[in-house]
């Protein structure tokens, strides 16, 4: 059974960071290229990509810079580390093994002051 737990939202000021994580099971990790999305009021919006070795990274331009995607193949992991957040990252974020149906509850992330 495919499991996604993501964690680590919380509310943050303007410019501070956030850590996600994607605890992954029920499936090979190692053999996956994951995605982290996001969604706020319109459709879903695909934020970073990795691939299954962490070789390749691409991120969306809103967040190329302040973003940086990971991934711990021992531990199952997903990462996505989140610098000089702006209000307009405010969304529910979500991993999502590449080419798969499988999604996770999400984690609220919030930017405020």
């Known amino acids: 059974q495919v499991q996604l737990v993501e964690s680590g939202g919380g509310l943050v000021q303007p410019g501070g960071s956030l850590r996600l994580s994607c605890a992954a099971s029920g499936f090979t990790f190692s053999n996956f290229a994951m995605n982290w999305y996001r969604q706020a009021e319109k459709e879903r919006e695909l934020v970073a990509f990795i691939s299954s070795n962490g070789a390749i990274r691409n991120y969306a331009d809103s967040v190329k810079g302040r973003f940086t995607i990971s991934r711990d193949n021992v531990k199952n992991t997903l990462y996505l580390q989140m610098n000089s957040l702006k209000s307009a990252d405010t969304a529910v974020y979500y991993c999502?093994?590449?080419?798969?149906?499988?999604w996770g509850q999400g984690t609220q992330v919030t930017v405020s002051s």
């Open positions: 999502k093994p590449r080419g798969s149906d499988y």
